[in-house]
């Protein structure tokens, strides 16, 4: 054998790992080393508690807390249906193309407004993804991926995030409700995963989130505001405090930007005019402006949300007459009503191009089952 082969095998032998010993079958242990054997866990089953949130290594499209923090105007999108309770992702993508025309900057997909409690997580995922998909390049995408169940909101949260959603919108838990501990871990649960927009609507939950939880979650960088329905005055205590607040109700918004620091609002009106509600965000304080909004706004909350939208949108031509029950169109008087609002605004400034219309009840398609 050459010296030179000799060296190659030499070199070989050196890249071979440890003997690994094998169990040997062969023989039969005895009855008595089998009760007094000590059985040993996979080293896979022995870690407790190992969740960590879904991490991805890709970092070019990833949207920091302080991009979320600027936004001004969030359109809480309307969710459009076919005839047979599908999503009409055509008349959707032609909203957030309006949405996106008129300046706004960020959508919240699949809210309250958008009615991802009537979806399923598939259909949830589905469109938080497709909206990044097709617009996220030019209008930040908020997915809705809170739960009254944390496991759910983990879940949801993850995949949220893994479709490319630049942050997530989080309700304190509905209905069953916890304790302030508990929904501090709660958020806790979620907020290592991304940018976070905390949601509190007592009227919805029938639960508060108190400052005091605020400030204790403030302490994540993931934490980029808070969506508040309760007033000015909690809106004044935390941006005195350096938090960053939205406002969630469309008809304080003016003031709550403008007299007490709120950054801007998450809003269902700007669905209807959203160059309007621009000007109402960016444009200094405008107290004839608000006034000439607060009847649309009071018409658009006249029942519970999205019930009022839902019915414009349909009497304006831009989505299709369908609802997902529970939800039914406001009565004809109201309808009637609505049109005479567009007129005193002025139908320039509400999206789509059709003459709005009253509508009458059978043009109305109520789905239970889709």
Known sequence: MSAAVYQQMAALKSLKGPTIQLPSYNSTPSSHNRRNAIWRSPKAAIIPNFHLPMRSTEVRNRTFTDDIKSLRLITAIKTPYLPDGRFDLEAYDALVNLQIEHGVEGVIVGGTTGEGQLMSWDEHIMLIGHTVNCFGGSIKVIGNTGSNSTREAIHAT????????????????????????????????????????????????????????????????????????????????????????????????HDSRWDYGATGVISVTSNLVPQLMRELMFGGNNPSLNAKLLPLMEWLFVEPNPIGLNTALSQLGVVRPVFRLPYVPLPLAKRVEFVNIVKEIGREHFVGEKDVQVLEDDDFVLIGRY
């Open 158 to 253: 993850e995949q949220g995030f893994a479709v490319g959603m630049h942050a997530a919108l989080h309700i304190n838990p509905y209905y069953g409700k916890t304790s302030l501990e508990g929904m501090v871990s709660h958020f806790n649960s979620v907020l290592p995963m991304g940018p976070t927009i905390v949601y509190n609507v007592p009227g919805r939950t029938g639960q508060d989130i108190p400052p005091r939880v605020i400030h204790t979650l403030a302490q994540s960088p993931n934490l980029a505001g808070v969506k508040e329905c309760v007033g000015h005055d909690r809106v004044d205590q935390y941006t005195k405090n350096g938090i960053v607040v939205w406002s969630g109700n469309d008809d304080e918004c």
